[in-house]
C-alpha cells in the first residue's frame, strides 16, 4: 500500500557528498519512522540512520558526524545528507517506512539506489 521511491545515487570521489531522497505515496497516513539502510556485496543489510516522525534520530556508528538525516513530514519524505564519503560506504542504499496504525506496524521497502565511492 505504500510505494516509496528513492534517488540520487551515483558515483562520488572520496570525500566527496551525496544527498539521498526517498519520496513515499499512496496509504501514506499513519508513516511513524522512516529511515536508511544500506548493503554491500556479500554483507549484511545495515541501518545507516532513521528518523521518527517528532525528529528523534538514531545513528550507526559509522556514519555520526558525517551523514544527517532529515524528513518532511508533509511531503512524507526522507533525506540523507552524506558528507565526507568513504570507499566503505559503497552500497545499496534502501528507504524504508513503517506505518502505524493502532498498535500495529507494517514495514515499506524502497528498490534502493547505489551509491559508489571511488576515485
Known amino acids: 500500500q505504500v510505494q516509496l521511491v528513492e534517488s540520487g545515487g551515483g558515483l562520488v570521489q572520496p570525500g566527496g557528498s551525496l544527498r539521498l531522497s526517498c519520496a513515499a505515496s499512496g496509504s501514506i497516513f499513519s508513516i511513524y519512522t522512516m529511515g536508511w539502510y544500506r548493503q554491500a556485496p556479500g554483507k549484511q543489510r545495515e541501518l545507516v540512520a532513521s528518523i521518527s516522525s517528532g525528529g528523534s534520530t538514531n545513528y550507526a556508528d559509522s556514519v555520526k558526524g558525517r551523514f544527517t538525516i532529515s524528513r518532511d513530514n508533509a511531503k512524507n519524505t526522507v533525506y540523507l545528507q552524506m558528507n565526507s564519503l568513504k570507499p566503505e560506504d559503497t552500497a545499496i542504499y534502501y528507504c524504508?517506512?513503517?506505518?502505524?496504525?493502532?498498535?500495529?506496524?507494517?514495514?515499506?521497502w524502497g528498490q534502493g539506489t547505489q551509491v559508489t565511492v571511488s576515485s
Open positions: 524504508r517506512a513503517d506505518r502505524r496504525i493502532i498498535a500495529q506496524t507494517t514495514v515499506y
